[in-house]
């Protein structure tokens, strides 16, 4: 279960969430773009809250689920993980959109241990829905 269990960490700890409240700005970004940094903030707020529900269900791909056992086996992990983070600062700095509309990439910042950090998360789209699906 190692490998699946980093398959979630590597998102969340690019966005090194905890309870610390502070919020993703995505008013820089129009059309798509925005709803691809909505997906990123939506999740930063469900991890501040410790919806670990939310997150498996509305933040996580599918695929990321399934990898991690399914539901019970993705909130399992999504709890023992935000157990973990300690900061929450994170700003999305640009997002890129796939030909098709169907697959993004954000570049994102963060704090860790007091140190700027650059990340890539990528996203999926799922019905009508942006999802989180890995760096």
Known sequence: ?????????????????????????????????HEVAQTIANLQSDATTVEEKKICADDLASAVVTRLGGTKGC???????LAEITNLEVR???????S?????????????EGKSKAG??????EGRKWKISGL
């Open 1 to 33: 279960m190692r490998r699946p269990l980093a398959l979630l960490c590597l998102p969340l700890s690019a966005l090194a969430l905890s309870a610390c409240g502070n919020t993703v700005s995505t008013a820089a970004f129009k059309g798509t773009p």
């Open 75 to 81: 909130e399992k992990a999504i709890k023992n993980q």
């Open 92 to 98: 999305v700095e640009s997002v890129k959109v796939a």
């Open 100 to 112: 098709g509309a169907t697959t993004a990439t954000a570049a994102v910042r963060s704090v860790h």
């Open 120 to 125: 890539t998360l990528s996203l999926v789209k």
